[in-house]
């Protein structure tokens, strides 16, 4: 299963997807940590992982990828960078920081002033994750950056599940109604997880997002506040994430799949 991060800025994605991370990694898969976002570097560090070659770097770089942007792969489909799927092992040793069985792989930073928009690294995180085939005991974890840039992409084409983070703020609820209608027009499945929240503002959120689509209500730790200010990795018992990772593993499994 390839499981796509999305949220506001600051709303707690990355640090959630470290999270999930390395609790699926306690039950027993291979998790491939894919960082998406473009803009910040925390995620490497969340996972106690260093930054491994980007991506992009071992493609050919932004300019390469630009230059293929729009190539057709002579079935209608446009997969500009790579024409065959390829599994976690096939992935270049170099583009991967492993722990065990977490690996991180970056698509890529934007690195200088002025040097262009994004759009390569939309569309080499499109492609790769359209591309990466999955053993039943693999699952990826796709961190993405702030906003539905993204899904406006159509990043989420080769994700089987999109995971929205929900901070409380009137900004995050707007963004997750928005997650929501994206996930309908590209047809799939679409939770949501309510992060950073006292009991009393969780009810009413849940009020808000509708109880049967909210997988999981963590609530603020002073503990993960601290880690984050100091750029400490983030352990597998930082947060209560088991109401996450059992509907993860049950879907994994096979047992139940939640459709919005
Ligand atoms: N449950 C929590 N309790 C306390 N602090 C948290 C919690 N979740 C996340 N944080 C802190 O909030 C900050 C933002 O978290 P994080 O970087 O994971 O958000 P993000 O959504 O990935 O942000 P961005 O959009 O910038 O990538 C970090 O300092 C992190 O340590
Ligand atoms: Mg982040």
Not at 25 to 44: I, P
């Amino acid at each position: 299963m390839k499981i796509l991060l999305c949220g506001k800025g600051g709303s707690g994605k990355s640090t959630i997807a470290a999270l999930l991370a390395k609790n699926l990694q306690v039950e027993g898969y291979r998790v491939l940590v894919v960082d998406a976002d473009e803009s910040n570097f925390g995620l490497g560090v969340q996972l106690g992982l260093g930054d491994p070659v980007e991506l992009m770097d071992q493609v050919g770089g932004k300019s390469a990828v630009k230059s293929r942007m729009g190539v057709s792969r002579g079935d209608g489909h446009k997969f500009p960078v790579f024409t065959e799927t390829w599994r976690i092992d096939d992935i270049p040793l170099e583009c991967l920081s492993k722990e065990g069985d977490l690996c991180l792989l970056q698509i890529g930073k934007i690195r200088h002033y002025s040097e262009g928009c994004a759009c390569p690294m939309g569309v080499l995180s499109k492609d790769f994750i359209c591309n990466l085939l999955l053993d039943s005991n693999d699952i990826a974890v796709i961190d993405t950056e702030a906003g539905v840039e993204h899904l406006g992409r159509d990043v989420a084409a080769g994700a089987d599940l999109i995971l929205g983070i929900i901070d409380p703020s009137y900004e995050s609820i707007r963004l997750s109604e928005k997650i929501s209608a994206m996930a309908e027009e590209c047809n799939k499945p679409v939770l949501f997880i309510i992060n950073k929240v006292e009991k009393t503002f969780a009810d009413r959120l849940l009020a808000k997002i509708g109880k049967d689509r909210v997988i999981g209500i963590i609530p603020f730790s002073g503990l993960v506040q601290e880690k984050g200010f100091l750029g400490e990795p983030l352990d597998a018992s930082s947060l209560d994430v088991s109401s996450v990772i059992e509907v993860i593993c049950r879907i994994q499994r096979g047992q139940d799949f939640m459709h919005n």
